[in-house]
């Protein structure tokens, strides 16, 4: 594109739980288009089980789902920073718009974190790709239903050997096959 000044850019979306209900149909398409390998796309939805601080209870797993998007929910505090680098690195990869869950009990928290930015890896996983990539392309639209199939199919493999290890290869989170969509 003439003029332009950055290789790709991330993108955050962030809603509470009837904010995600009202965007459902938004998010479902543009995860099916998918996320530039330049860029990436995380989706952020605050879940709050107990409507504590939000209109209604909420919990965003369906809609992930129902998206077709891989599921991220982390657990400690120090996980919302490993499991951001690693959902970056998975949309830019696959192609695919993660879904990354953000609940009320863990988000109302603190705690000691390692900003060191060595202190984990990616390792990507050999993976056949397709020769039209798994990532969004610029001229494709109004995707047919067949082509969206493949497309979403091709991304499966790709989403499920994505490492990151912590520095020292003490610990990886990986996604596992028999976990997205009970695919081997």
């Known amino acids: 594109m003439p003029g332009m000044r950055y290789d790709g850019v991330y993108s955050i979306w962030y809603g509470k739980g009837p904010g ?29 089980h107990g409507a504590r601080s939000s209109t209604t209870a909420h919990q965003s797993d369906l809609a992930f789902i129902h998206c077709a998007m891989p599921i991220l929910h982390p657990s ?23 879904g990354f ?3 009320t009990d863990l988000i109302e928290s603190g705690a000691s974190v390692s900003v060191d ?5 990616l390792v990507l996983p050999e993976v056949a790709m397709p020769e039209t990539g798994l990532n969004f392309q610029r001229g494709i639209g109004g995707l ?14 790709a989403l499920a050997d994505l490492k990151l290890t912590k520095r020292g290869g003490s610990h990886v989170y990986r996604l596992k096959r028999e976990r997205f969509g009970g695919r081997e």
């Open 144 to 157: 047919i239903a067949e082509e969206l199939a493949r497309r979403l199919g091709e991304r499966h493999p």
């Open 20 to 48: 995600v209900d009202r965007s459902v149909d938004a998010l479902k398409h543009g995860a099916q288009v998918g996320a530039s390998k330049h860029g990436g796309v995380l989706v952020l939805t605050g879940d709050d």
């Open 76 to 98: 400690t505090v120090q996980e919302y920073l490993d499991y951001g680098i690693y959902g970056w690195a998975l949309s830019r990869f696959s192609g695919s718009w993660i």
């Open 117 to 121: 930015p060595e202190r984990i890896s």
């Open 101 to 103: 869950r953000c609940v």
